[in-house]
């Protein structure tokens, strides 16, 4: 149990598009997700934290308007990253709380984003 | 100073040793303290989690917490090649936010 997957897996795509990152619990309710980033051998950054049904809490120094999180459903976290640049490249991640077990944080795989 | 510091090694050890890994902290309101496991290119694994002072141990890995010291470690008996990853420390107040350790990279050799 505790299985969380993210789709795509890997994604490239031009400057100055958008991209959507999906994050799904499979097997348990989740009203709390979380972004994260990682740049390579280094450890994860808290980017936002997705409540379901409400606004998303962002880090300090996270674009809001940039990085736009959607949490429609107890299974279903998106974030699109809009107007990517090179800069943007990087692995995100996503976890998710089990309802209930509050301290028990479960990731995703990670999606790799390249913006060329 | 960072709220969590795990050296980040890489820590090179023979198969079938011990591997052992820490973490410091700062912040006494920390309360949950978790374990997990990377592989290259792949999410976190959650490898042990707890809460309390103390020895906690599942299969191979045993985890310790000392409050008194704010120091956690983990210890992997037997190590195999397979254990070789990026080990992370995470610990948390109450609340769900989750503070990482910089991660330690393990490297078992056959």
């Known amino acids: 149990g505790a299985v969380v997957s993210q789709h795509p897996s890997w994604v490239i795509c031009k400057s100055g598009t958008s991209v959507k990152i999906e994050c799904r619990s499979l097997d348990f309710q989740a009203t709390t997700m979380f972004w994260y980033r990682q740049f390579p051998k280094q450890s994860l950054m808290l980017m936002a934290t997705s409540n379901e049904g409400s606004k998303a809490t962002y880090e300090q120094g996270v674009e809001k308007d940039k990085f736009l999180i959607n949490h429609a459903s107890l299974t279903l976290s998106t974030l699109t990253v809009t107007s990517a640049h090179p800069e943007d490249s990087s692995f995100y991640i996503c976890?998710?709380?089990?309802?209930?077990?509050?301290?028990?944080?479960?990731f995703g795989p990670g999606t790799r984003l390249t913006v060329l | 100073q960072k709220e969590v510091e795990q050296d980040p090694g890489p820590l090179s050890v023979p198969e079938g040793a011990i591997v052992s890994l820490n973490c410091t902290y700062s912040?006494?309101?920390?309360?949950?303290f978790m374990w997990y496991r990377q592989y290259s290119r792949k999410g976190p694994e959650l490898l042990m989690y707890?809460?309390?002072?103390g020895n906690k141990e599942d299969g191979r890995f045993t985890a310790q917490v000392d409050k008194s010291s704010k120091y956690i470690s983990l210890f992997i008996r037997d190590s195999q090649p397979s254990d070789s990853a990026t080990y992370l420390c995470?610990?948390?107040?109450?609340?769900?936010?989750?503070?990482f350790g910089g991660g330690t990279r393990v490297l078992v050799k056959p």
């Open positions: 995470a610990i948390k107040a109450a609340g769900n936010k989750l503070t």
């Open positions: 976890s998710a709380n089990r309802d209930g077990s509050y301290n028990e944080q479960f």
């Open positions: 912040n006494s309101a920390f309360q949950y």
């Open positions: 707890t809460y309390s002072s």
